[in-house]
Antibody
């Protein structure tokens, strides 16, 4: 059974960079044809996709966040990470990491999710 | 940008059938997926590729597609089905899009 666990600071100051790591257990991050993704959810609001990465390092980002987002992967540690720069209060949210199952080149879905971690942007 | 539209809320009595719709221009060409999210929990996949049900998901959950609208149907709704439901698809550049979510209330 694959498990994902988010970790990182729960409080980030405005204008700084938010950094989170997702540790994958129960299987190798490099096995199969899976992609890995970050999704966030502000309190009381809906889900927003941030971006995805393949173990080759290939990435695809939400256009609305692309200028501030970097997703990377460390296969030796079975982890992938999120960096979001120049954060504001609007970036306060629960951040989830998730595994992607690819259906076609443009179609995929999320089958395993982490429990989520709350990141608050405040001075 | 591509959008998926869901009703904000749906209410049904226990044992009745709940239908939650999701509309989007690309849905005739792209699959839709459905997630259930209970308070304080991560979303759980309940339907994939419009109408397929993952293992472990009760048979009362089903999905269908017609033109630009996909529908999640929950037959014989139970109190435990009360949750937020999100549809998900993607645009032609593989950018994921989520619907705004529908709060299902079991009366």
């Amino acid at each position: 059974q694959v498990q994902l666990q988010e970790s990182g600071p729960g409080l980030v100051k405005p204008s700084q960079t938010l950094s989170l790591t997702c540790t994958v257990s129960g299987g190798s991050i490099s096995s199969g044809s899976y992609y890995w993704s970050w999704i966030r959810q502000p309190a009381g609001k809906g889900l927003e996709w941030i971006g995805r990465i393949y173990t080759s390092g290939s990435t695809n980002y939400n256009p609305s966040l692309k200028s501030r987002v970097t997703i990377s992967v460390d296969t030796s540690k079975n982890q992938f990470s999120l960096k979001l720069s120049s954060v504001t209060a609007a970036d306060t949210a629960v951040y989830y990491c998730a595994r992607i199952v690819v259906v076609t080149a443009t179609q995929y879905y999320f089958d395993y999710w982490g429990q989520g971690t709350l990141v608050t942007v405040s001075s | 940008s591509y959008e998926l539209t869901q009703p904000p809320s749906v209410s049904v009595s226990p044992g009745q059938t709940a239908r939650i719709t999701c509309s989007g221009d690309a849905l005739p060409k792209q699959y839709a997926y459905w997630y259930q999210q209970k308070p304080g929990q991560a979303p759980v996949l309940v339907i994939y590729k419009d109408s397929e049900r993952p293992s472990g998901i009760p048979e009362r959950f089903s999905g269908s597609s017609s033109g630009t609208t996909v529908t999640l149907t929950i037959s014989g709704v139970q109190a435990e089905d009360e949750a937020d439901y999100y549809c998900q698809s993607a645009d032609s550049r593989a950018h994921v899009v989520f619907g705004g979510g529908t709060k299902l209330t079991v009366l």
